[in-house]
């Protein structure tokens, strides 16, 4: 699929922001500035992207616990962000939810969620709704392979074929669920489990944008025309330790410097339009620094920025039914 050369560039410039973007947290946590901790995004941008390429704003994604390249890639303002991960009043959710609980209604980003498994349920909700109101939308469920082995994600997958509801389920594999292994942890293979359920399921190459994004446009194509729901099994890198506070100690320092120089989804795009002329390494060197710049903004934005006020602690707990 040959994807227009404006989408080309908000492929890379999105993996690009995102990339900085948690290279960036990563570098604040030092500071003690940013309460709580982090689970960093970097190695896997080509998924959410690839994935996100294809949504709107009326369909849904539900996160983990590592969803700042799913907000982002969902079309979430990275100032709003940023202020978020800071506490701050100016943050995406005033400064109440931090790193793991990022959300944004308007954009169909339903947050990230620090319960492993967490997504595939509220998924379900969100596509039972699109599919009773006939809006066409889909939802995807974002899970890594810890998260495919919760009782929440069987029994998400078993709804989900029963009714056949449009919802993605994307497994991120990053190969450790924490310092586990998933070559250890994980029985059988994800994909044949999928089709235990009755679900089509596809293995996809996480590094690469444009694999991501064929296999996405099935699913979702599938999940539009009311086919059901769709398994996507998509093998990434985790550059960073598991979260912020990780040592990473269960990893080689040969294995991960091989993750960066071997399995880059950033050089990987690079490798396949530059040498085919669609697009010139100069304009790919001039979104690297414009994402620096706005990543940089958005810093300097959070720290000037109020901490929330103590009297709206019990503000945005409860939803006001009319």
Request: glycine share 12%; hydrophobic share 45%; aromatic share 6%.
């Amino acid at each position: 699929m040959q994807l227009a050369r404006a989408d080309l560039l908000k492929a890379y410039r999105t993996m690009a922001l995102i990339r900085v973007f948690e290279e960036r947290v990563q570098r604040e946590m030092s500071s003690g500035d940013i309460p709580g901790s982090t689970h960093l995004y970097a190695g896997q941008e080509a998924s959410a992207v690839g994935i996100s390429m294809h949504l709107t704003d009326i369909d849904r994604v539900a996160s983990t616990h590592r969803g700042h390249g799913h907000s982002i890639a969902k079309g979430c303002d990275v100032d709003g962000m940023m202020a978020e991960i800071f506490a701050r009043a100016t943050g995406i959710c005033h400064g109440k939810g931090g790193s793991m609980h990022i959300a944004d209604l308007d954009k169909g980003m339903l947050g990230a969620n620090g319960i492993v498994g967490g997504a595939p349920p509220l998924a379900c909700g969100a596509a039972l709704t699109a599919k009773l109101t006939g809006s066409g939308a889909v939802a995807v469920a974002y899970t890594g392979d810890g998260g495919f082995n919760q009782g929440t994600t069987a029994e998400s997958l078993n709804l989900a074929r029963v009714w056949d509801l449009p919802v993605i389920f994307a497994i991120e594999d990053n190969g450790f669920a924490e310092a586990t292994a998933s070559s250890w942890a994980v029985a059988g293979d994800i994909v044949v489990r999928a089709a235990g359920y009755g679900i089509p399921a596809e293995r996809v190459d996480g590094t690469d944008v444009f694999a991501v994004h064929e296999a996405a446009g099935r699913a979702v194509a599938r999940g539009r025309a009311g086919e059901g729901p769709t398994v996507l099994h998509i093998t990434v890198p985790r550059y960073l330790g598991h979260f912020s506070g990780d040592a990473d100690t269960y990893r080689s320092s040969a294995e991960k410097q091989a993750m960066r120089s071997e399995r880059d989804c950033l050089k990987v795009f690079r490798a396949k339009v530059v040498p085919a002329g669609l697009i010139d390494e100069a304009e790919l060197d001039a979104i690297d620094a414009e994402a620096t710049a706005a990543v940089e903004g958005a810093v300097v934005a959070a720290r000037a920025a109020p901490r929330p006020d103590p009297a709206t602690v019990a503000t945005d707990v409860y939803v006001s039914y009319p």
